[in-house]
């Protein structure tokens, strides 16, 4: 009889020690299984935060004295996943500026308080602001207007009225300049089908020919290039290239025209009564 509850509890205690390890066991996969899910859970949510950054879409200033073309530019631009942002004059739209950050400013001329040409000029002299993308819509179409705007430090000239989807197309192509303005390397652009390198002074193309260039046209080219899409008038490029010293307009133009020659016609553009400017497409 003794012996028989020997066993038995020799035996209960066996199962019990068996179960116990297989619940533990179970439980260690449990807690396996679901710190392995929490991990993937935790990371694809950084994954998509880190996305969100990525993707943050770009804040757009509006600045116009018209109500509803203001309505009318916001409801566009929302449409198109832009943070849009609005004033309705110059010296309101400095202290939004300065507050937003915005990746792009469209500016009217014609305002109140302070036309778009000051205040133009003034935003280009704030902390933050001076690469700000700016761009008129304006009504103003005379030529001395024009070249007002571009020598004040705007981006682009856009004249009213304009149909909203080619205007969207426009600043979108804006948007993707800045974008693709060089980074890392100070010393080297690549953009397009090209590959600039400031160091060995030389343009190299996709389909492997290197074209080297003298000092004067490679630090014009390698200037302009450097802000795709950003208009720039001939004395500020005889100040920043050639320190003005002894030289001309025509200076400028000779030397756009051997790079013409050179590179190719379709990278720097002329813009009427301004200057020039790098397209990159």
Same mark, same amino acid.
Request: proline share 4%; charged share 30%; net charge neutral.
């Given at each position: 009889?003794?012996?028989?509850?020997s066993?038995?509890?020799k035996?209960?205690?066996?199962?019990?020690?068996?179960c116990?390890k297989d619940?533990? $066991?179970t439980?260690?996969?449990?807690?396996?299984?679901?710190?392995k899910l929490t991990c993937?859970v935790l990371?694809?949510i950084?994954m998509i935060?880190e996305?969100?950054t990525a993707t943050?879409p770009a804040?757009?200033?509006?600045?116009?004295?018209?109500a509803d073309?203001?309505e009318?530019?916001?409801y566009n631009?929302?449409q198109e $996943?832009?943070?849009?942002?609005?004033?309705?004059?110059g010296e309101?739209?400095?202290e939004v500026a300065?507050?937003e950050l915005?990746?792009?400013?469209?500016?009217d001329?014609?305002?109140?308080k302070m036309?778009?040409?000051? /205040?133009?000029?003034?935003?280009?002299?704030?902390?933050?602001?001076?690469?700000v993308a700016?761009?008129?819509l304006?009504?103003r179409?005379e030529?001395y207007?024009?070249?007002?705007g571009?020598?004040? $430090?705007?981006?682009?000239?856009?004249?009213?009225?304009?149909?909203p989807?080619?205007?969207k197309?426009r600043i979108?192509?804006?948007?993707?300049r800045?974008h693709?303005?060089?980074?890392?390397?100070?010393?080297?652009?690549?953009?397009?089908?090209?590959?600039?390198v400031k160091?060995?002074?030389?343009?190299?193309?996709?389909? =492997?020919d290197?074209i080297?260039l003298p000092r004067k046209e490679?630090?014009?080219?390698f200037?302009?290039a450097s802000?795709? $899409?950003k208009?720039?008038?001939?004395?500020d490029?005889?100040?920043r290239?050639w320190?003005?010293?002894?030289? /001309?307009?025509?200076t400028?133009d000779v030397?756009?025209r051997?790079?013409?020659e050179k590179i =190719?016609?379709?990278?720097i553009v /002329?813009?009427? =009564?301004?200057g020039?400017?790098?397209?990159?497409e």
């Amino acid at each position: 009889m003794l012996s028989q509850y020997s066993f038995f509890t020799k035996t209960s205690i066996f199962f019990t020690k068996s179960c116990a390890k297989d619940i533990v $066991g179970t439980i260690n996969f449990y807690l396996y299984t679901n710190l392995k899910l929490t991990c993937r859970v935790l990371l694809t949510i950084t994954m998509i935060r880190e996305q969100d950054t990525a993707t943050k879409p770009a804040k757009i200033l509006i600045v116009d004295d018209e109500a509803d073309i203001l309505e009318l530019l916001q409801y566009n631009f929302e449409q198109e $996943g832009y943070t849009v942002i609005k004033a309705m004059d110059g010296e309101e739209a400095l202290e939004v500026a300065q507050k937003e950050l915005p990746d792009l400013i469209i500016l009217d001329i014609m305002m109140p308080k302070m036309d778009g040409v000051s /205040t133009c000029l003034a935003l280009r002299s704030l902390p933050g602001l001076q690469d700000v993308a700016i761009v008129f819509l304006t009504a103003r179409a005379e030529e001395y207007s024009e070249v007002a705007g571009f020598e004040a $430090g705007a981006d682009d000239y856009i004249y009213k009225p304009i149909k909203p989807r080619v205007l969207k197309s426009r600043i979108k192509a804006m948007l993707r300049r800045q974008h693709i303005r060089p980074q890392g390397d100070p010393n080297l652009i690549k953009i397009h089908d090209l590959e600039i390198v400031k160091d060995e002074y030389v343009v190299r193309k996709a389909s =492997g020919d290197s074209i080297a260039l003298p000092r004067k046209e490679f630090e014009l080219f390698f200037y302009l290039a450097s802000r795709p $899409g950003k208009v720039f008038s001939r004395e500020d490029l005889l100040v920043r290239i050639w320190d003005n010293v002894h030289v /001309t307009d025509r200076t400028v133009d000779v030397h756009v025209r051997k790079l013409r020659e050179k590179i =190719g016609i379709k990278y720097i553009v /002329t813009v009427k =009564g301004v200057g020039y400017k790098f397209l990159p497409e």
